[in-house]
């Protein structure tokens, strides 16, 4: 069984020099008094006094175990013993000898990684969309410290650079796949606008891997600066293309049916072309988003019941909207007064997605007949779909 031990201390080269300067500061101590000791070894070996045979030696804080603290022996002993020390941080004898690999009995204890502490803190932040400075915030600087009281201090500059190392880690493994690829890539892209504007785009691969896997990859969602016109596109797209290296390899590119997209197709396919790097004589290339094409037939025919449609739209922005409390109330005492059994709730759609639409109607229903009685009850509603 791979022995255990609860704590070890991340101690650079320079510590040595230090330690040793600080034993020579204390074998040198004058009637003035003792020096300071600021390395990080003291945070775990007492000095004790000099012995019969005028050797200075330290004294393991936990356990007892004694050392030789003078220069010319250095702090190598003191530094793995740090590690391996069968009481260091041990709260109960039950943490002590239970394992937690194999839930059976072991004189060994939790060891503390660095390394691992960061990976996880960083994966963290990841999958939880939190800002770097969650590490900063006090109640998870507390759980740390009582789950471990030597954890490492996180800053949130530490964090964003943890994340940083892991993008670029993961970017080689991709960059790897690319690699050993035989077939082709295909890509996606598409532009997003943020609530202050600032122009997103998204660049997607799909490809099949050596095991005959399809596999889909977010390449980049990178800042996009205006204007946003076709050229300015076909050169993002194609500096992303070198800057992964998979120009040579690329099968087609579907994209929505914008106009800038067909000016920047155009000229990226004229530009692969020129150096022979598309097949089929560039017939496939573009291909159009069919759920783009989809979604346009759908507006298209949502005109035909765009009043109707509308009345619902603000009925639900009228119930729902951040300073209608009251309205919310008003509403809810008309759902339990007509006895509406149902626990779905009013969903607002985004004007783009006909499927938010189709949910929205299809929520509004459940409530016509509240939509009614509120009508009566509140003079302010004026968009009652019935009426």
Same mark, same amino acid.
């Given at each position: 069984?791979?022995?255990?031990?609860?704590?070890?201390?991340?101690?650079?080269?320079?510590?040595?020099? %230090?330690?040793?300067?600080?034993?020579?500061?204390?074998?040198?101590?004058?009637?003035?008094?003792?020096?300071?000791?600021?390395? /990080?070894?003291?945070?775990?070996?007492?000095?004790?006094?000099?012995?019969?045979?005028? /050797? =200075?030696?330290?004294?393991?804080?936990?356990?007892?175990?004694?050392?030789?603290?003078?220069?010319?022996?250095?702090?190598?002993?003191?530094?793995?013993?740090?590690?391996?020390?069968? &009481?260091?941080?041990?709260?109960?004898?039950?943490?002590?000898?239970?394992?937690?690999?194999?839930?059976?009995?072991?004189?060994?204890?939790?060891?503390? $990684?660095?390394?691992?502490?960061?990976?996880?803190?960083?994966?963290?932040?990841?999958?939880?969309?939190?800002?770097?400075?969650?590490?900063?915030?006090?109640?998870?600087?507390?759980?740390?410290?009582?789950?471990?009281?030597?954890?490492?201090?996180?800053?949130?500059?530490?964090?964003?650079? $943890?994340?940083? /190392?892991?993008?670029?880690?993961?970017? #080689?493994?991709?960059?790897?796949?690319?690699?050993?690829?035989?077939? &082709?890539?295909?890509?996606?892209?598409?532009?997003?606008?943020?609530?202050?504007?600032?122009?997103?785009?998204?660049?997607?691969?799909?490809?099949?891997?050596?095991?005959?896997?399809?596999?889909?990859? %977010?390449?980049?969602?990178?800042?996009?600066?205006?204007?946003?016109?076709?050229?300015? #596109?076909?050169?993002?797209?194609?500096?992303?293309?070198?800057?992964?290296?998979?120009?040579?390899?690329?099968?087609?590119?579907?994209?929505?049916?914008?106009?800038?997209?067909?000016?920047?197709?155009?000229?990226?396919?004229?530009?692969?072309?020129?150096?022979?790097?598309?097949?089929?004589?560039?017939?496939?290339?573009?291909?159009?988003?069919?759920?783009?094409?989809?979604?346009?037939?759908?507006?298209?025919?949502?005109?035909?019941? $765009?009043?109707?449609?509308?009345?619902?739209?603000?009925?639900?922005?009228?119930?729902?909207?951040?300073?209608?409390?009251?309205?919310?109330?008003?509403?809810?005492?008309?759902?339990? =007064?007509?006895?509406?059994?149902?626990?779905?709730?009013?969903?607002?759609?985004?004007?783009?997605?006909?499927?938010?639409?189709?949910?929205?109607?299809?929520?509004?229903?459940?409530? &016509?007949?509240?939509?009614?009685?509120?009508?009566?009850?509140?003079?302010?509603?004026?968009?009652?779909?019935?009426?």
């Amino acid at each position: 069984m791979e022995k255990e031990s609860v704590e070890s201390v991340a101690l650079s080269d320079d510590d040595d020099n %230090i330690i040793a300067e600080d034993v020579r500061q204390l074998n040198s101590t004058t009637t003035k008094g003792k020096k300071t000791l600021k390395s /990080k070894v003291w945070n775990f070996f007492d000095i004790l006094p000099l012995g019969a045979d005028q /050797k =200075l030696k330290s004294q393991c804080k936990k356990c007892g175990a004694q050392y030789i603290a003078s220069s010319k022996y250095g702090t190598g002993n003191m530094r793995r013993h740090i590690k391996v020390c069968k &009481r260091n941080n041990t709260r109960d004898i039950g943490q002590m000898m239970i394992s937690r690999d194999t839930n059976s009995l072991s004189l060994g204890s939790i060891q503390y $990684d660095s390394n691992k502490f960061h990976e996880l803190v960083m994966a963290y932040i990841v999958m939880h969309d939190l800002p770097f400075q969650f590490v900063e915030w006090a109640g998870i600087r507390a759980i740390h410290q009582y789950m471990y009281p030597d954890v490492d201090t996180l800053t949130r500059n530490t964090a964003k650079a $943890d994340v940083l /190392k892991a993008y670029q880690r993961e970017k #080689l493994k991709i960059k790897a796949m690319f690699e050993e690829v035989s077939g &082709r890539v295909s890509l996606t892209s598409d532009l997003w606008s943020s609530c202050i504007s600032d122009g997103y785009m998204c660049l997607t691969a799909h490809f099949i891997d050596k095991e005959w896997r399809l596999q889909k990859r %977010i390449l980049n969602f990178c800042f996009m600066p205006p204007p946003h016109t076709g050229v300015a #596109l076909s050169e993002k797209i194609f500096d992303l293309l070198c800057e992964w290296k998979i120009e040579g390899k690329l099968f087609s590119l579907t994209l929505d049916n914008a106009s800038s997209n067909d000016v920047s197709v155009e000229a990226l396919r004229s530009q692969l072309q020129l150096k022979g790097l598309l097949p089929c004589n560039c017939e496939f290339f573009h291909l159009r988003c069919c759920c783009h094409i989809l979604n346009l037939v759908v507006q298209d025919g949502l005109k035909h019941i $765009d009043r109707a449609i509308e009345k619902i739209r603000e009925s639900v922005k009228y119930v729902k909207g951040s300073h209608s409390q009251v309205r919310k109330q008003k509403f809810l005492d008309c759902v339990k =007064l007509v006895s509406v059994g149902v626990k779905k709730g009013l969903r607002q759609d985004i004007l783009t997605r006909w499927n938010s639409t189709y949910l929205m109607l299809d929520n509004a229903l459940l409530y &016509r007949r509240a939509f009614e009685h509120l009508a009566l009850s509140d003079s302010n509603y004026k968009s009652c779909p019935s009426a």
